[in-house]
Nanobody, 124 residues
Framework: QVQLVESGGGSVQDGGSLRLSCAASGSILRINAMGWYRQAPGNQRELVAHISRGGSTNYADSVKGRFTISRDNAKNTVYLQMNSLKPEDTAVYYC??????????????????WGQGTQVTVSS
């Protein structure tokens, strides 16, 4: 019922920058927390950055000082500004959103949704 559409991935050289965007649409009453995760081949999906509805942020140690997560609640969109990219940042990046929706009987429920993933490749 909710779709997350990501954009902004691509290939850059070591030290370059990218900005990822993720727009949510569908049956949305409110989006609670949002986050970005990444998964490299053979690895588990890991948290990159997290942002609460009120704007509190949390980052993986590996990206602190280089990445910035932000959101626009009016647009149901979350962003990830990635600066000083390193080859070890290469992965598929996934957007996540915890979304409040209303059931057919009128109850409000929360559910996690995921984007399709966007490839980020950083070459040395």
């Amino acid at each position: 019922q909710v779709q997350l559409v990501e954009s902004g991935g691509g290939s850059v050289q070591d030290g370059g920058s990218l900005r990822l965007s993720c727009a949510a649409s569908g049956s949305i009453l409110r989006i609670n927390a949002m986050g970005w995760y990444r998964q490299a081949p053979g690895n588990q999906r890991e948290l990159v950055a997290h942002i609460s509805r009120g704007g509190s942020t949390n980052y993986a140690d590996s990206v602190k000082g280089r990445f910035t997560i932000s959101r626009d609640n009016a647009k149901n969109t979350v962003y990830l500004q990635m600066n000083s990219l390193k080859p070890e940042d290469t992965a598929v990046y996934y957007c996540n959103a915890n979304v409040n929706s209303r059931s057919y009987i009128g109850s409000v429920y929360a559910y996690d949704y995921w984007g399709q993933g966007t490839q980020v490749t950083v070459s040395s």
